[in-house]
T-cell receptor, first 114, second 114 residues
Framework: QQQVKQSPQSLIVQKGGISIINCAYENTAFDYFPWYQQFPGKGPALLIAIRPDVSEKKEGRFTISFNKSAKQFSLHIMDSQPGDSATYFCAARPGGGATNKLIFGTGTLLAVQP | KAGVTQTPRYLIKTRGQQVTLSCSPISGHRSVSWYQQTPGQGLQFLFEYFSETQRNKGNFPGRFSGRQFSNSRSEMNVSTLELGDSALYLC?????????????FGEGSRLTVL
């Protein structure tokens, strides 16, 4: 199954709170899991990424947690700020072969209230 | 360093017409991908080119086509436009030939079909 399921569709968090976005996949051949952030009028930009042999990766306030057995991964944004308000997409790369193709989740619109 | 440049940024067409969108990747990037973004379907992979060769094609009808030139610039064409083709078309380039290379997206070409 070449799908990545993302939830929630939208999220409202208070400033300083933790934002959590979840993704699930079926295809065990996926070998790379990035998260992209998109502001209105802009293209998506890479936020953080993880490979399936790692259970967690942290970069500043952003953390990816990866559960290979459950085929789930999530993005945690600590100390959420109004500037984090954007749409977040999880993605997965189909393994095998020479490709940069990504399968994207449907996106989560995050609003951080001051 | 200039980012990914897409032209035109906005365009309006009527059903049955055709459209050509252009993408200039970041200098040195030879991998170019195209995605269609709509509110309902999210980001959907169209096709991917590397060194003027199409490596992958998404699940879109044959009305959608593309090509890449020797300078890595890419174009995509949609013929016999339908209302449902209204979308933001995003181009992304990557330095890596394949694998976990970061995709750098342009700001997109917003197509409206009337």
């Amino acid at each position: 199954q070449q799908q990545v399921k993302q939830s929630p569709q939208s999220l409202i968090v208070q400033k300083g709170g933790i934002s959590i976005i979840n993704c699930a996949y079926e295809n065990t051949a996926f070998d790379y899991f990035p998260w992209y952030q998109q502001f209105p009028g802009k293209g998506p930009a890479l936020l953080i990424a993880i490979r399936p042999d790692v259970s967690e990766k942290k970069e500043g306030r952003f953390t990816i947690s990866f559960n290979k057995s459950a085929k789930q991964f999530s993005l945690h944004i600590m100390d959420s700020q109004p500037g984090d308000s954007a749409t977040y997409f999880c993605a997965a790369r189909p393994g095998g072969g020479a490709t940069n193709k990504l399968i994207f989740g449907t996106g989560t619109l995050l609003a951080v209230q001051p | 360093k200039a980012g990914v440049t897409q032209t035109p940024r906005y365009l309006i067409k009527t059903r049955g017409q055709q459209v050509t969108l252009s993408c200039s990747p970041i200098s040195g990037h030879r991998s170019v991908s195209w995605y269609q973004q709509t509110p309902g379907q999210g980001l959907q992979f169209l096709f991917e080119y590397f060194s003027e060769t199409q490596r992958n094609k998404g699940n879109f009808p044959g009305r959608f086509s593309g090509r890449q030139f020797s300078n890595s610039r890419s174009e995509m064409n949609v013929s016999t436009l339908e209302l449902g083709d209204s979308a933001l078309y995003l181009c992304a380039s990557s330095l890596a030939a394949s694998g976990s290379g970061e995709l750098f997206f342009g700001e997109g070409s917003r197509l409206t079909v009337l």
